[in-house]
Nanobody, 122 residues
Framework: VQLQACGGGLVQAGGSLKISCVAS????????WGWFRQAPGKEREIVAG????????WYTDSVKGRFTISRDNVKNTLYLQMNSLKFGDTAVYYC????????????????WGQGTLVTVSS
């Protein structure tokens, strides 16, 4: 199983960025997916999740209304559209897959990508 995250980069505060995660080696549509992030000196936190059964989504409070998680089951790709970016969104973003609907718990996840760095300049 490989999860390849990409699309990170440097963006000014208030700007937008869309990151992607291409998956291979698993049946993409049968997994729930999550985006996590880890800022320097901080613990990893879940940012958003999307369920495999009905595409239900979940967001941590700090990104609600600004971030949108989505999936393309044909392209085996997970996306995270990030708008109105803030300096505090600076982190390495990781995609992950879980074989259940409990996508809001990091400990449940089965597979992890390598991360892509998002840097927001103030």
């Amino acid at each position: 199983v490989q999860l390849q995250a990409c699309g990170g980069g440097l963006v000014q505060a208030g700007g937008s960025l869309k990151i992607s995660c291409v998956a291979s080696g698993l049946t993409f549509r049968r997994y729930s997916w999550g985006w996590f992030r880890q800022a320097p000196g901080k613990e990893r936190e879940i940012v958003a999740g999307i369920g495999w059964r009905n595409d239900n989504t979940w967001y941590t409070d700090s990104v609600k209304g600004r971030f949108t998680i989505s999936r393309d089951n044909v392209k085996n790709t997970l996306y995270l559209q990030m708008n109105s970016l803030k300096f505090g969104d600076t982190a390495v973003y990781y995609c992950a897959a879980v074989d259940s609907m409990s996508y809001y718990l990091a400990s449940n996840y089965d597979y992890w990508g390598q991360g892509t760095l998002v840097t927001v300049s103030s």
